[in-house]
């Protein structure tokens, strides 16, 4: 199906561009894909456990970011999350030849849309790259220098905006700091009405952004993947600190492969075939194989014309635990593990000594959220980030049902 809609979004002269699967993602690096893109097309086909809630993210960016959006839905997945105002079209896996006349129309409208040749930046920012600071009045003053040593030494230029600044929205200067802002790191907890607005600004300007916390009670989203909410810190490990910062960053410049023509797609698409399993997964070392065939990542191309992408973005992160719940479910009672999940969140709160120990309660609180609605899969995904120490702590106490789950998801 894969090759399929490559073939066919090709045929209409548009240039893929292919967002390979790595072992971790974050919404600064799509936002960053997103931005050297002129449209997305989704393609959605069914899965046993639904349709990922990586690609609903991805198609929430796209329009934020105001692209041109074609999804092409397999015609027994419900599409009550997708607003009507989404280009889509309908496809049947069975009659995929017959429907071609139909496919190609919806390329070509999404193309028209685009135009003919898309216009590029008007002016391109001459100026060294640069990375926008937000909300960094929260930290002591060690951890801003450190913060700010990461990103001059990472060869950025350094922007920073007053946060004591009076009718900042009436600021020139404020805008043309957001306009040459090439990534943003933003400090969430900040309760300054100056760095509130700057995160809004640079959301609705599509500046790739980091985001950090400081809040080990964060509320996350359930809906949204962990991966792209803010990272938590602690700002009294400075050394946890570089770590993070330098590895979100890491992520937001990973390389993007262009596929332009159709020897090099050919290959892309018969390794899809060859190790994703059917239900859309790809196995442990998928990455590797991928990374080695094409050479992502040191050759890449820059498309001088219209590119869009084209899905699923699978990654690494949620290769195995469905297969786990796929083998449990019908023995598993979720309200039991939910209860014992309690059970461990609150011990492990009274041993926590570190952030990595804070992120561990945070992943087994979600586990708990998800088990007590009913939902297992995501569960188990939260469950399995949870780490060993997660494991070594329910060892020790009565919680049988969790701890046979940690010992089966800790380290896949």
């Known amino acids: 199906m894969v090759k399929f809609f ?34 997305m097309v989704a393609v959605l086909s069914w899965r046993e456990d639904g349709v990922s809630d990586h690609i609903y993210f991805e198609i929430s960016l796209c329009l934020r970011a105001r692209k041109p959006l074609l999804v092409f839905i397999e015609d027994n997945i419900d599409t009550k999350k997708f607003p009507s105002r989404i280009l889509q079209r309908r496809f049947s896996r069975g009659y995929l030849p017959r429907e071609i006349k139909e496919h190609k129309h919806a390329i ?37 220098e450190t913060v700010i040593g990461i990103i001059k030494k990472r060869n950025y230029s350094v922007l920073q905006i007053n946060e004591t600044t009076d009718h900042i929205f009436q600021k020139q200067n404020v805008n043309e700091i957001i306009s040459l802002a090439n ?25 790739p952004t980091i985001l950090l916390t400081t809040n080990s009670s964060y509320s996350y ?26 590895t979100e960053i890491n992520l937001y410049e990973d390389n993007i492969v262009d596929i332009e023509d159709k020897e ?40 001088g014309g219209q590119t869009g992408s084209v899905g699923p973005n699978a990654s690494v ?15 598993v009672d979720l309200n039991r593990l939910a209860e014992e999940l309690e059970i461990l969140r609150l011990k492990l709160k009274e041993e926590a000594k570190t952030p990595d120990n804070d992120i561990s ?8 959220s998800y088990a007590r609605n009913g939902d297992g899969l995501k569960a188990y995904e939260y469950l399995q980030n949870a780490g060993k120490w997660a494991l070594d ?20």
């Open 361 to 368: 309660i945070g992943n087994v609180a979600g586990a708990e």
């Open 221 to 246: 989203d359930l809906n949204i993947p962990k991966e792209y909410q803010p990272r938590l810190i602690k700002t009294e490990d400075l050394f946890l600190l570089k770590k993070i910062i330098n």
């Open 6 to 39: 490559g073939e066919l979004i090709q045929s209409q002269g548009l240039v893929l561009t292919i967002d390979p699967p790595s072992q971790k993602v974050n919404a600064a690096r799509l936002e960053r894909h997103l931005n050297c893109t002129d449209g």
């Open 183 to 207: 990534l943003a790191i933003c400090f969430v907890d900040s309760k300054s009405y100056v760095s509130n607005y700057l995160l809004g600004a640079i959301r609705i300007a599509m500046v």
């Open 393 to 412: 702590i329910a060892c020790k106490i009565s919680i049988p049902v969790a701890t046979r789950l940690l010992e089966k998801l800790v380290g896949l």
């Open 264 to 303: 090099t797609l050919e290959s892309y698409i018969k390794l899809l075939f060859k190790f994703s399993s059917a239900s859309g997964k790809y196995d442990s070392g998928t990455y590797n194989i991928f990374a080695r065939e094409l050479n992502m990542r040191d050759n890449y191309v820059i498309s």
């Open 108 to 144: 070509q409208s999404l193309k028209s849309y685009m135009g003919a040749t898309p216009l590029p930046k008007y002016q391109p920012s001459q100026k060294k790259r640069a990375c926008l600071l937000i909300g960094l009045s929260i930290l002591h003053k060690s951890a801003r």
């Open 317 to 331: 992160h949620d290769i195995s635990f469905s297969q786990i719940w796929n083998e449990t479910k019908d023995y």
